[in-house]
């Protein structure tokens, strides 16, 4: 069972469509951070999203963490072929002794065709 | 670049062999953590550091695996005796603090082990 369940696993879109990525979980987060991984490289950090209700913009990418802190989404505007890659959400869950552990949800690959 | 920083990029070991890797924290970062990524699966918490002192280890599997973040020098994940099974991508991140709060973990771009 995936603590954080992200989806869709693969999308495959058209230069200039919009486009959303979920991750959800039954367990609260006292924080969620989304990032973006390239072929052969580390994942490179987009946002980190503390609070209930949270949304934060970064040029055509818009996040939002869920009001409950169980869920966030990451929606992209108008997508371009250099938004392709792998999109990854990973939490750090909320009280007992999972400070500093980042879940992982298991990552949506995006391809945006020109 | 003040970056996360691993190494070897890639390595390559026979079956039994030792395998040790490394990584140098962000410049002003204390708190280190090791993940593994295997094939066709995500990012799994292995390890979580801070100097001299292990916080968390929760993802190590109980044998063979090692970690330690002495006072001077990287932070090092040891195997020893690998199987072909270790076959993975290992990435260290570093954060400044405990907890994302703020204090977000950065990555390096990993070691790629392969076993033979």
């Known amino acids: 069972t995936q603590l954080l369940e992200q989806s869709p696993q693969f999308l495959s879109i058209q230069e200039g469509e919009n486009l959303t990525v979920y991750c959800n979980s039954s367990s609260v987060f006292s924080s969620l951070q989304w990032y973006r991984q390239e072929p052969g490289e580390g994942p490179v950090l987009l946002v980190t999203?503390?609070?209930?209700?949270e949304v934060k913009k970064l040029k055509r990418l818009t996040f939002q963490f869920g009001d409950a802190r169980k869920d966030s989404s990451l929606h992209i505007t108008a997508a371009q072929p250099g938004d392709t890659g792998l999109y990854l959400c990973?939490?750090?869950?909320?009280?007992?002794?999972?400070?500093?552990?980042?879940?992982f949800g298991q990552g949506t690959i995006l391809t945006v065709h020109p | 670049n003040a970056g996360v920083m691993q190494n070897p990029r890639h390595l390559v070991r026979r079956r039994g062999q030792e395998a040790r890797l490394r990584c140098s924290p962000m410049?002003?970062?204390?708190?280190v953590y090791w993940y593994r990524q295997l094939p066709e699966e995500g990012l799994k918490f292995m390890v979580y550091?801070?100097?001299?002192?292990?916080?968390?280890e929760s993802g190590m599997p109980k044998e063979r695996f090692s970690a330690e973040f002495p006072k001077e020098g990287p932070s090092i994940l040891r195997i020893q005796q690998v199987v072909r099974g270790d076959s993975a991508a290992y990435f260290c991140?570093?954060?400044?603090?405990?907890?994302?709060?703020?204090?977000?973990?950065?990555f390096g771009d990993g070691t790629r082990l392969s076993i033979l």
């Open positions: 999203v503390v609070t209930g209700g």
């Open positions: 410049k002003g970062h204390s708190h």
């Open positions: 991140a570093s954060s400044s603090g405990r907890g994302a709060r703020g204090q977000p973990q950065h």
């Open positions: 550091l801070q100097k001299e002192n292990i916080i968390d």
């Open positions: 990973a939490g750090e869950r909320a009280g007992g002794t999972s400070y500093g552990k980042l879940t």
